[in-house]
C-alpha cells in the first residue's frame, strides 16, 4: 500500500483494499500489526500489515495490483505454517506461504497464533 500525502494508515488501508479487490472495510476496524522496510530504485518506504475485518465475502481483483486473491481457513494456513516445519506434513492446498521475513508471511502468522 502506498500512503498520500495527508492520509491516515487507516484511510490508506481502507482506499487500497477497496482498490485491489472492491471489499469495503471500516477504518475503526482496521489494526496495525507489523511493518518492514521497502527499499525500491528511487525511494525506501515502509510497507506496513494490518487486519481488518469484514463480512464481504465477493472480490473482484485488480490484476494491474494484484496477481491472485483467495481467502484461506485458519485450520488451512495453520496446516500449511505445520508443513513448513515438518515436510511430512502435505498441505491440501497449492498455496505457498511467502518468506518468513515478509510482511504477509508475519500478518498470517499473528492470525493463527493470536486471535
Known amino acids: 500500500m502506498i500512503l498520500e500525502s495527508g492520509e491516515t494508515i487507516e484511510e490508506c488501508v481502507k482506499r487500497e483494499v477497496a482498490e485491489e479487490v472492491g471489499i469495503k472495510v471500516h477504518e475503526k476496524d482496521i489494526r496495525y500489526v507489523c511493518s ?14 494490518c487486519w481488518t475485518d469484514t463480512k464481504e465475502r465477493n472480490f473482484k481483483i485488480d490484476t494491474h495490483e494484484l496477481e491472485d486473491a483467495r481467502w484461506f481457513s485458519k485450520e488451512t494456513i495453520k496446516e500449511i505454517l505445520q508443513s513448513q516445519a515438518d515436510t511430512t506434513i502435505k498441505p491440501t492446498t497449492d498455496f505457498i506461504l511467502p518468506g518468513h521475513w515478509t510482511t504477509a508471511h508475519k500478518l498470517l502468522t499473528h492470525w493463527v497464533t493470536k486471535e
Open 36 to 49: 518492514m522496510p521497502w527499499p525500491t530504485e528511487i525511494a525506501s518506504n515502509l510497507m506496513i500489515g
